[in-house]
């Protein structure tokens, strides 16, 4: 079990879609609407583990045209999601972004999330409990993955909050929203280079 939880750890730390973008929320628009988005990546990522649970995801997933079809959709969304953040409280008229990403936002990232389908997959595939049965088992690991998810995506919240309330000049809020959202746009070019 330590080597699950282990997993479950550096699995989750890595800066994926998830985890830069609850940051930048956090970042550009506050502590409200970042545990609103939080939330919403919590209910999405378990609905990402139920469908690797149930197969869904793998029946989905072997459609060819349907696997391209979600993977330009994600990279639509997180582009769309990095420029939500990079422009919050831009006065530039055509690109401002005035209202934060939220509950369905961040349940969305996480349905069209590449590395949520992945993560899910390694942890509820690998890593068997050897005096557990598999229902057992598969619960256990709902309540663990869980357990570490959520202080780690808090924490990283927390680390974008941190930053809107050092008060730091717009010039520099700015240039961190933007350093935010290129981030998210590495992780979506880096995942398009492996696809």
Not at 110 to 137: C, D, M, R, W
Request: proline fraction near 5%; charged fraction near 5%.
């Amino acid at each position: 079990m330590l080597v699950f939880l282990t997993a479950v750890f550096f699995l989750l730390i890595t800066p994926g879609p998830g985890v830069l973008s609850t940051a930048g929320v956090g970042s550009a628009f506050g502590a409200t609407p970042g545990y609103r988005y939080v939330f919403g990546l919590f209910i999405g990522n378990n609905v990402v583990a139920l469908a690797v649970v149930t197969g869904l995801a793998g029946i989905v997933l072997a459609q060819p045209a349907l696997r391209d079809f979600l993977m330009y959709a994600s990279i639509l969304y997180l582009c769309y999601l990095a420029a939500k953040i990079a422009f919050a409280g831009s006065h530039i008229a055509f690109i401002e972004s005035t209202r934060p990403p939220g509950l369905m936002d961040a349940i969305l990232l996480q349905l069209i999330n590449p590395k949520a389908y992945v993560v899910n997959t390694a942890l509820f595939t690998g890593f068997p409990f050897a005096t557990a049965s598999l229902h057992t088992e598969t619960l256990w690991k709902f309540v663990l993955i869980n357990v570490i998810w959520i202080p780690i995506h808090l924490t990283w919240l927390a680390v974008g909050i941190g930053l809107k309330q050092m008060n730091l000049p717009t010039k520099w809020q700015r240039i961190i929203n933007i350093l935010m959202a290129c981030s998210l746009l590495a992780v979506v070019f880096l995942a398009m280079s492996m696809s």
